[in-house]
Nanobody, 117 residues
């Protein structure tokens, strides 16, 4: 099965930036898509951004469009999420996922992003 490890979370002031990384390994099947999701306390996990692993197609949630950017390095099996102009409402645990047929199949352990006012 796929192993996903996120890193790069932390505490940042509003307006600041963070770059999350997701390293994938141990994949047993071909998958074109990787996604970032987040979950704030008391809320459902929500979609943030996705990218086709092979083709580089991207999609973003409206709440982060223009502020976040997903990118990849296929040679390193790594997906990044550059987060700029962070807002307190961006505070959440961010999860990397392997997305198969539009559905997250494997999840990382999550990395905490906290944005202070």
């Amino acid at each position: 099965q796929v192993q996903l490890v996120e890193s790069g979370g932390g505490l940042v002031q509003a307006g600041g930036s963070l770059r999350l990384s997701c390293a994938a390994s141990g994949r047993t099947f071909s998958s074109y898509d990787m996604g970032w999701f987040r979950q704030a306390p008391g809320k459902e996990r929500e979609f943030v951004a996705s990218m086709s692993w092979r083709g580089g197609r991207t999609a973003y949630a409206g709440s982060v469009k223009g502020r976040f950017a997903i990118s990849r390095d296929n040679a390193r099996n790594t997906v990044y999420l550059q987060m700029n102009s962070l807002k307190p409402e961006d505070t959440a645990v961010y999860y990397c996922a392997s997305v198969v047929a539009g559905t997250p199949a494997y999840w990382g352990q999550g990395t905490q992003v906290t944005v202070s006012s």
